[in-house]
């Protein structure tokens, strides 16, 4: 099985932009925190949530984002849950989401940008952002109008936790990695 800094090479390969490998950290980050809580392969999920995006540089369209970055993960020897989890958060697959990895990544994908976004307008960035200041954002759908904010209480709706629950997550595991994300 490849390792993560196997994972980490092939991310730097596939993905140029600072801006998409800032996403794939901050998914990362999140995934390591959720794993963390709920009893998952840490290094799994953290695979998971930096590939997920693997081939949108690349592939952007429906019919190629995320399948040909999977049909390399596969190539190369990821394990079906890492790859499966990937293809389960584009919802346009109808990929079911059967397993906590797979549900946890659907529901920090979009979060993760989100608190991202609101971090790059505080002067505080991530510190001392809480759950209260991110909802207070999302109901500004001009603020990162392009996050869906459905897929956000879709996916704590499947972890089966509140949104406040999962904000909290996400801020945390972002936190953790704040120089990394360019948000210390």
């Given amino acids: 099985m490849p390792t993560y800094a196997d994972a980490l090479a092939l991310f730097h390969v596939w993905t140029e932009t600072d801006s998409l490998r800032r996403h794939g ?3 990362e980050a999140s995934m390591a925190e959720m794993a963390r809580l709920r009893g998952g392969d840490v290094e799994a999920w953290r695979m998971a ?3 997920h995006d693997l081939d949108y540089e690349k592939h952007p369209s429906l019919d190629e984002h995320p399948t ?3 049909a390399e ?3 190369l020897g990821y394990p079906e849950d890492v790859r499966t ?3 389960g958060h584009a919802p346009y697959l ?3 989401r059967e397993t906590d990895m797979a549900k946890a990544l659907f529901a920090v994908d ?3 940008g989100f608190v991202t976004a609101v971090a790059f307008v505080r002067p505080d960035k991530l510190d001392g952002m809480t759950p209260r200041s991110v909802k207070k954002k999302l109901k500004d759908k001009r603020f990162a109008a392009a996050v869906s904010r459905e897929d956000i209480r879709q996916g704590a ?3 089966g936790i509140g949104l406040d629950e999962l904000i909290q997550i996400v801020i945390d595991g972002m936190a953790r990695e704040a120089s990394r994300l360019d948000l210390a």
């Fill in 85 to 87: 989890a990937i293809l």
């Fill in 68 to 70: 040909v970055g999977v």
């Fill in 25 to 27: 950290y901050a998914v």
């Fill in 157 to 159: 709706d499947e972890l």
């Fill in 110 to 112: 979009e979060l993760s």
């Fill in 73 to 75: 993960l596969a190539r």
């Fill in 94 to 96: 109808g990929v079911p």
């Fill in 49 to 51: 949530g930096l590939l």
